[in-house]
């Protein structure tokens, strides 16, 4: 299970930290930027690689969801080739850019697109235990949408960092990063209230009040510091980066990201475990 929600979580921050490298591909950054942030990028793309479950995803492992729910198409040999054609299309990304600098931009959209398929695909491996279709289809689209918020709140944090190597730079690649992380944290918010609905989950959270169970805690944990905290950060983030204050934009954004990954990783342990849109 731990493997499960790991493999989820390092996809879909290495998807989504490509997404908003090819935003700042028009921001004044040398080539190093990209050399640099690329292979941290490739790190995680690599884990995610490694963490594929052997043994099955849907909830295997005596966890609540029978894996015999899932999709018969969606499984490991299907996450595992789908994660590693991303990473192969990110190192060849990275390649262009020490050997054919003109070809990286074509590089760049081509990894991109299939960080999303694989996103994609990996969060309808766990679709087994939602039976309509607009239950599945919320479940793949907050997936890409949860993506691309752990890729903006990681992404911003090494681009505050990099004013630190250059003091010259415009303030505006660092307020694009904080403009669409307060747009993605609040769009996350309402975005996973509308999934709720949608899958009938709703008698699942009236329950939790009750705090009768462990996973009762892990709702909360997911709603409140996970998801609700970041938002009220975040727009604390849009402030400090108009004041220019760009270290302590960037240490806003390394709280409100360790918050905004802890709430996304109890978020797929509730799928993983109880097959949970939260």
């Not at 690689?49 to 995803?57: D, E, K, L, Q, T």
């Not at 235990?129 to 993506?147: D, E, K, M, Q, T």
């Not at 899958?199 to 009762?216: I, R, T």
Request: with cysteine.
């Amino acid at each position: 299970m731990v493997t499960e929600v790991a493999f989820l979580l390092l996809l879909q921050t290495a998807c989504g930290s490509v997404f908003m490298l090819r935003i700042m591909s028009t921001q004044p950054f040398g080539p190093k930027f990209f050399k640099v942030n690329g292979l941290i990028v490739l790190g995680l793309a690599l884990l995610a690689c490694v963490s594929v479950p052997r043994s099955g995803p849907y909830g295997n492992g005596g966890t609540a969801v029978a894996a015999a729910s899932a999709p018969a198409l969606f499984g490991p040999s299907a996450l595992l080739l789908f994660s590693a054609a991303f990473a192969l299309l990110w190192a060849a990304y990275l390649a262009t850019l020490f050997v054919r600098p003109s070809l990286s931009n074509s590089a760049l959209r081509i990894a991109m697109l299939a960080g999303f398929v694989a996103v994609a695909e990996a969060a309808f491996a766990y679709s087994g235990p939602f039976p309509s279709a607009a239950a599945r289809i919320a479940l793949v689209a907050g997936a890409l949408l949860s993506s691309v918020l752990l890729g903006a709140g990681l992404i911003g944090m090494l681009v505050g960092h990099w004013y630190l190597n250059d003091s010259r730079l415009p303030f505006e690649p660092l307020e694009i990063c904080a403009t669409s992380y307060l747009v993605l944290t609040g769009a996350q918010a309402v975005a996973v209230l509308f999934s709720i609905s949608l899958a009938g989950q709703g008698a699942a959270l009236s329950h939790a009040l009750a705090m009768e169970q462990l996973s009762d805690l892990f709702i909360w944990i997911r709603v409140l510091p996970g998801l609700l905290a970041p938002v009220a950060l975040a727009a604390m983030i849009r402030h400090t980066v108009k004041l220019r204050a760009n270290m302590s934009a960037t240490g806003l954004l390394y709280v409100s990201m360790i918050l905004t990954a802890c709430g996304e990783a109890f978020s797929r342990y509730l799928l993983v475990a109880q097959g949970l849109l939260a």
